[in-house]
């Protein structure tokens, strides 16, 4: 359990489908990512919010939608996506302050197949 | 962020010290080397970090040469369930939230 919780864990949705992944952290971090993890690959930063706003899109497509309502919570909205999009979405958050190292903590993954 | 080498792959017997290397040549004074390990299909672990001086905790000890170029994470006693994908990271850490970039990193298997 590393107070990061993610859900749905499994999503098998269609190209035309809207779907969400959601990512809650119990741990008063200021900071929260988006990572894509395809089959092989190494991780991908996808997105990177501090204090609720978006610092990095890693020029992710518009298909990938990030929410982050407050520093707790963050989405991914889904919506018209590809096969190839289909991978281990990871949440991670840290946090950022002058003095601390900021070592990331993952959740366990929303695994997303694309029809 | 400067960029880290590590080997694909490594083995070892359980029950023995895992020393797994990780060249950093182009780190700055600034930067500190970050360890993440990742069991199949789960959400990475951090491990430990350092900056110039050896460090240890209740997982793993880290061996920083004194010219900062490479690293040794060290795994004591290793178990069955040590058997992930080890990565190892150079960032400097600064007020915002951190660009963690990951490489391929190193597959541990650890055998019976």
């Known amino acids: 359990e590393t107070g990061v919780t993610q859900t749905p864990r499994h999503l098998v949705m269609g190209m035309t489908n809207k779907k969400s992944l959601k990512c809650e952290q119990h741990?008063?971090?200021?900071?929260m990512y988006w990572y894509k993890q395809s089959a092989k690959k190494p991780l991908e930063l996808m997105f990177v919010?501090?204090?609720?706003?978006?610092?990095e899109n890693n020029s992710v497509p518009s298909r990938f939608s990030p929410e982050c309502p407050n520093s707790s919570h963050l989405f991914l909205h889904l919506h018209t996506l590809q096969p190839e999009d289909s991978a281990l979405y990871l949440c991670?958050?840290?946090?950022?302050?002058?003095?601390?190292?900021?070592?990331?903590?993952f959740g366990e993954g929303s695994r997303l197949t694309v029809l | 962020d400067a960029k880290t080498t590590q080997p694909p792959s490594m083995d070892c017997a359980e029950g023995r010290a895992a020393n797994l290397p990780c060249n950093h040549s182009t780190i700055s004074g600034n930067e500190y080397v970050y360890w993440y390990r990742q069991i199949h299909s789960q959400g990475p672990q951090y491990i430990i970090h350092?900056?110039?001086n050896n460090e240890t905790n209740e997982m793993a000890s880290l061996i920083i040469t004194e010219d900062r170029k490479s690293s040794t994470l060290i795994l004591p006693h290793a178990t069955l369930r040590d058997t992930a994908v080890y990565y190892c990271?150079?960032?400097?850490?600064?007020?915002?939230?951190?660009?963690?970039?990951f490489g391929q990193g190193t597959r541990l298997t650890i055998n019976p």
């Open positions: 741990l008063g971090h200021n900071a």
């Open positions: 350092g900056l110039k």
């Open positions: 991670a958050s840290s946090q950022q302050t002058r003095t601390s190292s900021g070592e990331l903590f």
């Open positions: 919010y501090n204090f609720k706003e978006q610092t």
């Open positions: 990271i150079v960032r400097a850490p600064y007020q915002g939230a951190q660009k963690l970039v």
